[in-house]
C-alpha cells in the first residue's frame, strides 16, 4: 500500500529505483529508454558523477543558508555564470525551486517596477492561449491551458490572452510566414489599447510553447514586432523558458534563435537537470535599477530561495554541458532526431505536422491529414500512447487538448543532451511501434 498521494489516484505506477545515462530502470528489472527528460528535466541524464560529486562536496559544507541572512558561494557563482551567458542587459539572477515560483516571482517584479517608476496602474499581465505557466494560481491566471485553469477559474482575476502562434493551424491560404508573424503580433497592440496602455504590466510567452501546444515555435519576425509593441507602450516583456532553455533548442536560450531580447526571463528543467529542485530568474539592468531607486528591495521571497546545495548542482551541471559541448550535440542530434521523424512519419497517415527546435521535437496527430480533423477527445489517444510506448520500453511526452484545450494530441520527444546517433534511432523505433499499436487499437 502507498501513502503517497500520486498524481493520478487511480492509476498503478512503476517504481523507479535506478538511472545509467538516457535509460531509467523500475523495480521489475525493466530498462525505458527516457525520450522526454522525465518531463524535459533530465538534460544530462542519469547518475552524473560529477553532479553527484559536487552536491556531496556541497552537502558536507553547508546544507542551507537563509538568504534573509546571507549569500553563499554556490549561488554567487552559478549567477556569474548565468549572467556571462545571458542576453543584453539580464544581469541579475535569484533562485527557487522550480519553474512556477519564478514565473510567479516575474510577475510580481513586473508589477514592482511599475509601481516603484510611479505608475501603479499597471496591473493587467498579457498572455497567449495554449500556453502553460506553472501550476499557482498566479502562472495558472496567466497561462492559457484551459483543462489545468478550469477547475480555478472562478478564484483568478479577469485573464486576457491574444492568439498563439500557431501556423499550422492559423495561417490563412496564400498568407505569407511573414504575414502570418506580424498578423499574430498585431494582436498584442489590439489588446493594449483596448485595455489602456497605462494598465498593462507585462506580456509572457514561451519562445517554444512546451506541453500544452507540442513544440510550437514563433519566428524573429513575431518577436522582433511583440519587442516592439512592448517598447512603444511601456510594457514589459516576460520569457518563460522552463523548458525550452538552458540548451534544449541548440542555443543556451531559445529566444537567441528569435533575436529577442526579454525584460525578465525565467528557466528551470536544464538548469539543474533534476539533481536538486532549482529554477532561475534573470532580471534586467533596467529593472533592478527602477526597483532599487524604488523601495530598495525586490518584494517577493521564499524559504528556499538561493539555496546552496540547489545552486551548487545547478552550477555543476552548467559546467558539465559547458565542458562537453553539449548544446553543440544538441544541435547535431537535433537535426538528425528531425530528420529521423520526417523520415518515418513524414508521410503519416495520421500525423498532421512535425515540428520544434534542437532536442525538443513533436508530433501532431489528425484523423486526415487533407483536412487535419484531430481525433475525437473522449478516445484518449494520448494518453494511450503514454502507456503502450512503456510497454516498448520508451518515455515519452503525450497531451491532449493540443489545439484548443479540448482538442488535439501531439507527442513530444525531449531526450537527454547527451543522446547518441544511435540512442535516437532506438528511440524513433520504439515510437513507430507505440505510434501504430495505439492507433489500431482506435
Given at each position: 500500500m502507498s501513502f503517497v498521494a500520486h498524481r493520478s489516484l487511480k492509476e498503478t505506477y512503476r517504481k523507479a529505483v535506478r538511472g545509467e545515462g538516457i535509460y531509467v530502470f523500475d523495480a521489475d528489472g525493466n530498462k525505458y529508454l527516457d525520450g522526454s527528460s522525465g518531463a524535459g528535466v533530465s538534460c544530462l541524464g542519469h547518475s552524473n558523477e560529477r553532479v553527484i560529486s559536487a552536491i556531496k562536496e556541497q552537502a558536507e559544507k553547508l546544507c542551507f543558508a537563509?538568504?534573509?541572512?546571507?549569500?553563499?558561494?554556490?549561488?554567487?557563482?552559478?549567477?556569474?555564470?548565468?549572467?556571462?551567458?545571458?542576453?543584453?542587459?539580464?544581469?541579475?539572477?535569484?533562485?527557487?525551486?522550480?519553474?512556477?515560483?519564478?514565473?510567479?516571482?516575474?510577475?510580481?517584479?513586473?508589477?514592482?517596477?511599475?509601481?516603484?517608476?510611479?505608475?501603479?496602474?499597471?496591473?493587467?499581465?498579457?498572455?497567449?492561449?495554449?500556453?502553460?505557466h506553472g501550476m499557482t494560481l498566479g502562472t495558472l491566471n496567466v497561462g492559457g491551458h484551459i483543462g489545468r485553469r478550469q477547475l480555478y477559474t472562478p478564484m483568478f482575476a479577469p485573464t486576457h490572452l491574444i492568439a498563439p502562434h500557431y501556423a499550422y493551424r492559423e495561417r490563412r491560404e496564400g498568407e505569407?510566414?511573414?504575414?502570418?508573424?506580424?498578423?499574430?503580433?498585431?494582436?498584442?497592440?489590439?489588446?493594449?489599447?483596448?485595455?489602456?496602455?497605462?494598465?498593462?504590466?507585462?506580456?509572457?510567452?514561451?519562445?517554444?510553447?512546451?506541453?500544452?501546444?507540442?513544440?510550437?515555435?514563433?519566428?524573429?519576425?513575431?518577436f522582433k514586432r511583440i519587442r516592439e509593441i512592448c517598447d512603444q507602450y511601456g510594457v514589459l516583456l516576460i520569457l518563460d523558458e522552463v523548458f525550452c532553455g538552458m540548451g534544449r533548442t541548440g542555443t543556451r536560450h531559445a529566444c537567441e534563435q528569435d533575436s529577442v531580447l526579454p525584460d525578465l526571463l525565467v528557466m528551470a528543467k536544464g538548469l539543474g537537470?533534476?539533481?536538486?529542485?532549482?529554477?532561475?530568474?534573470?532580471?534586467?539592468?533596467?529593472?533592478?535599477?527602477?526597483?532599487?531607486?524604488?523601495?530598495?528591495?525586490?518584494?517577493?521571497g521564499h524559504t528556499y530561495m538561493n539555496h546552496p546545495l540547489n545552486?551548487?548542482?545547478?552550477?555543476?551541471?552548467?559546467?558539465?554541458?559547458?565542458?562537453?559541448?553539449?548544446?553543440?550535440?544538441?544541435?547535431?542530434?537535433?537535426?538528425?532526431?528531425?530528420?529521423?521523424?520526417?523520415?518515418?512519419?513524414?508521410?503519416?497517415?495520421?500525423?498532421?505536422?512535425?515540428?520544434?527546435?534542437?532536442?525538443?521535437?513533436?508530433?501532431?496527430?489528425?484523423?486526415?491529414?487533407?483536412?487535419k480533423e484531430p481525433f475525437p477527445?473522449?478516445?484518449?489517444?494520448?494518453?494511450?500512447?503514454?502507456?503502450?510506448?512503456?510497454?516498448?520500453?520508451?518515455?515519452?511526452?503525450?497531451?491532449?487538448?493540443?489545439?484548443?484545450?479540448?482538442?488535439?494530441?501531439?507527442?513530444?520527444?525531449?531526450?537527454?543532451?547527451?543522446?547518441s546517433e544511435a540512442q535516437v534511432d532506438e528511440m524513433v523505433e520504439k515510437l513507430e511501434k507505440s505510434v501504430a499499436q495505439t492507433i489500431n487499437q482506435l
Open positions: 537563509s538568504s534573509v541572512f546571507y549569500t553563499n558561494d554556490p549561488t554567487e557563482e552559478l549567477a556569474a555564470v548565468l549572467a556571462k551567458g545571458a542576453p543584453g542587459d539580464l544581469k541579475y539572477a535569484t533562485f527557487g525551486c522550480g519553474g512556477s515560483e519564478q514565473v510567479e516571482g516575474a510577475l510580481k517584479i513586473a508589477r514592482q517596477y511599475h509601481v516603484d517608476r510611479g505608475e501603479p496602474s499597471r496591473t493587467i499581465m498579457i498572455a497567449r492561449r495554449q500556453s502553460y505569407t510566414a511573414a504575414a502570418y508573424s506580424l498578423r499574430v503580433a498585431n494582436e498584442l497592440e489590439t489588446k493594449i489599447l483596448e485595455l489602456g496602455q497605462e494598465n498593462v504590466a507585462a506580456f509572457i510567452a514561451e519562445p517554444v510553447v512546451g506541453a500544452t501546444n507540442g513544440c510550437v515555435a514563433a519566428d524573429d519576425v513575431y537537470g533534476g539533481y536538486q529542485p532549482i529554477s532561475a530568474l534573470l532580471i534586467s539592468e533596467k529593472i533592478i535599477n527602477a526597483v532599487k531607486d524604488g523601495r530598495g528591495y525586490i518584494a517577493n545552486c551548487a548542482a545547478g552550477l555543476a551541471v552548467q559546467q558539465e554541458i559547458a565542458d562537453r559541448d553539449l548544446i553543440a550535440n544538441v544541435a547535431k542530434q537535433g537535426a538528425y532526431l528531425r530528420a529521423r521523424l520526417e523520415e518515418s512519419f513524414g508521410q503519416h497517415a495520421h500525423v498532421g505536422d512535425i515540428r520544434g527546435r534542437g532536442l525538443m521535437q513533436a508530433l501532431e496527430f489528425v484523423v486526415d491529414r487533407e483536412t477527445p473522449e478516445k484518449q489517444l494520448w494518453a494511450k500512447l503514454q502507456k503502450t510506448a512503456m510497454t516498448h520500453g520508451l518515455m515519452c511526452y503525450p497531451n491532449g487538448g493540443t489545439i484548443d484545450g479540448i482538442k488535439g494530441d501531439h507527442v513530444i520527444l525531449a531526450p537527454p543532451y547527451i543522446i
